[in-house]
Structures are given as C-alpha cells and as structure tokens.
C-alpha cells in the first residue's frame, strides 16, 4: 500500500512562507518523480512544481516560479515544498504526488493523469 502524507500547512499571512513536506511510504522512493498540485475552491486542480526521481530536474508552475522552491531527500523518502512571498491568490488544498515514469528532464508541464499516487493534501490558507 501506498501512502502520501503531507503535512505543514497552515494559515500564513501574505509575504510569509510555509514549508510543505510530503512523506512517502509503500514504494522505492529513489524510482519516483514526484509533484505538487493544488485546488482552490471552484477551480480546477493546478500544477505547481515537479522534481525528477533523480532531483536533478525540476519544473515550476509560471504562477509559483521563482517564490517556490520543490527539493527531495531520498534517504528520508520525503518531498518538500518551499514556498516563500506568499500571496492571497495561492489559497488552496495541496496535494503532492508520485510519477512512476523515469522523467529525466521535464520538458513540458506535468499534467495530473501522469501520476500514479495521490496524498490526502493539506490546506494552506494565504491573509491578506
């Protein structure tokens, strides 16, 4: 069995920051690319960022890029989510996900179908 958890989620003032980490158990860790989405009330799920099973390559949503910053540590089967400048507009559940394709560099957007495995998400909430 699977299991995603992420968790350090939270309600944060705009210009703050917020780490999400996301733990991984069930599967070879070091195999999976993995990602972050999000979904706001009434919206469609949105991709954020992506880091290859190597953590070599990296892709970042054009709404985060240059605020986030995706890093994995393979030895703790973990996936992180660094996010700094926080603005109102990034208000939503957060879901990270593992891609069993062995992506070498990304070259273009993940799309949702492309993973394999979902966590629970957690709700990061940005005040204005």
């Known amino acids: 069995q699977v299991y995603l958890v992420e968790s350090g989620g939270g309600l944060v003032q705009a210009g703050g920051s917020l780490r999400l980490s996301c733990a991984a158990s069930?599967?070879?860790?070091?195999?999976?690319?993995m990602g972050w989405f999000r979904q706001a009330p009434g919206k469609e799920r949105e991709f954020v960022a992506a880091i290859n099973w190597s953590g070599r390559s990296t892709y970042y949503g054009d709404s985060v890029k240059g605020r986030f910053t995706i890093s994995r540590d393979n030895a703790k089967n973990t996936v992180y989510l660094q996010m700094n400048s926080l603005k109102p507009e990034d208000t939503a559940v957060y879901y990270c996900?593992?891609?069993?394709?062995?992506?070498?560099?990304?070259?273009?957007?993940?799309?949702?179908?492309?993973?394999?495995?979902w966590g629970q998400g957690t709700q990061v909430t940005v005040s204005s």
């Open positions: 996900a593992a891609d069993g394709t062995r992506v070498f560099a990304y070259s273009r957007p993940p799309r949702s179908s492309d993973y394999d495995y």
């Open positions: 069930g599967l070879t860790f070091s195999r999976y690319g």
